[in-house]
């Protein structure tokens, strides 16, 4: 595969360095230049790439300065001592580095990514929105004792010739605004309409949605809904991707979490309805950036829902909710939906509103997540989740 590609730069005109950037062990590729990615055993990865390619430069194209998070996990880190060790190891070997991440900055919206380790046995796991990665610059793009550290050990290789190194940088400028109160609330059940539609006998998944001109959508949630009649029983939900709650005329009464993907919930008409309504809230958390997932990796309902064992063709309306900046603008005028907090015991999911009037210039800032686990900042608006 490696090869392939290296021919077809070739062949469509490229005619720069092409160079491989190895992380799981060193293979020869003939005439390619090989690099390798690590955070330790200095001796091992450098003189396993010696010995594959003799006589040509060494690099590091990945020294893992630290390491990102996913959901769930404790933040993680590398100390300085670590660091500075490794490093000078690596340059007494003569080799030049690349530091990934020197910052790691902020995945912002719905692009946190995940990893897939089916492979080797491991779950599906999403990245949180930091990725701050313990890098030398912080995830606020400041600098960091690491940083400093580092600086310092880089000055001691310079030689005569080098140009003086660039002054350091200033910390970003931020502030800590005051608490936003979230004064009014909105059903989902409601809000859910504003978007467009998607009409199938059967769940479809979030790729074969009627939008973005054919292609699908791409992140955020769907919003699945359809009406039942007459005695129900269990209803099963399969092949969710990622989590999902599973609601009855807009009272949630299962959450799917995550890598659960199938639940059995048992429905019944309440007393003098003759239909109610029931409807699958699923959230793609991160698509895979790394792994072998088993699957194309569809989201949303991937596999199918069905009543007593029995799949039953039904009208279901799919809404994709990617909340769009358009979208919000939307939903947030529907003065109609909009109630005031606190939120009622046992409804959701809701969409909670606040404001935040700002006198001065907008500066940069962090949000709180104590109130929630789950939550994203995407253009001019924050969301979170909030389990009750």
């Known amino acids: 595969y490696v090869a392939y590609v290296a021919a077809a730069y070739r062949r469509h005109g490229v005619t720069e360095l092409i160079f491989t950037s190895d992380g799981d062990g060193v293979k020869p590729f003939g005439s390619l ?20 390619q ?7 194209t990945e020294y893992w300065s630290g ?15 670590n660091i500075i060790r ?13 530091f990934y991440m020197f910052h790691g900055g902020t995945n912002f919206g719905f692009w946190n990514g995940a990893n897939d380790g089916r492979k080797h046995e491991r779950p599906y796991a999403p990245t949180i929105t930091s990725y701050d990665y313990d890098a030398p610059i912080s995830e606020a793009g400041d600098v960091t004792e690491k940083y400093r550290r580092l600086r310092e050990l880089l000055r001691r290789y310079r030689d005569s010739s080098s140009p003086p190194l660039p002054p350091v940088p200033p910390a ?4 800590a605004y005051a608490s936003v109160e979230l004064k009014s609330y909105a059903e989902l059940v409601h809000l859910a309409q504003f978007s467009p539609v998607t009409v199938s006998q059967r769940p479809l998944p979030m790729e074969q949605l009627s939008v973005n001109d054919g292609a699908g959508q791409a992140f955020g949630f769907a919003f699945y809904t359809t009406r039942l009649s007459g005695p129900v029983g269990t209803v099963s939900v399969r092949g969710v991707r990622d989590r999902g709650i599973v609601l009855v005329d807009g009272r949630p009464l299962k959450t799917i979490e995550l890598n659960e993907i199938a639940a059995d919930v048992e429905v019944g008409l309440s007393e003098g309805k003759s239909e109610i309504q029931l409807a699958v ?3 793609n958390c991160g698509r895979v950036n790394f792994g072998q997932p088993p699957w194309f990796e569809s989201k949303g309902i991937t596999k199918s829902v069905s009543f007593d064992g029995v799949e039953k063709n039904a009208v279901w309306n799919t809404f994709p909710l990617d909340f769009s900046s358009e979208y919000v603008k939307t939903i947030v005028g529907k003065e109609q939906f909009w109630k005031a907090t606190p939120v009622p015991a046992g409804l959701g999911p809701v969409v909670l509103k606040g404001e935040l009037e700002l006198a001065m210039k907008p ?3 962090f949000v709180s997540m104590e109130v929630s686990q ?7 608006f924050t969301l979170f989740f909030v389990s009750q």
Do not use: C
């Open 33 to 52: 230049l090989q690099t390798v990615n690590f955070q330790r055993n200095v001796s091992k990865n450098i003189g396993a790439l010696r010995r594959v």
């Open 67 to 81: 390491w990102f998070d996913h959901w769930t996990e404790h933040h993680h880190g590398l100390s300085i001592k």
């Open 363 to 365: 500066l940069d800032t």
């Open 281 to 283: 809230l699923v959230e």
């Open 172 to 175: 970003t400028a931020k502030v």
């Open 86 to 98: 490794t490093v000078t190891e690596i340059l007494d070997e003569g080799s030049s580095i690349n």
């Open 54 to 60: 003799p006589n040509r430069p060494l690099m590091v």
């Open 374 to 380: 789950l939550g994203f900042v995407k253009g001019d």
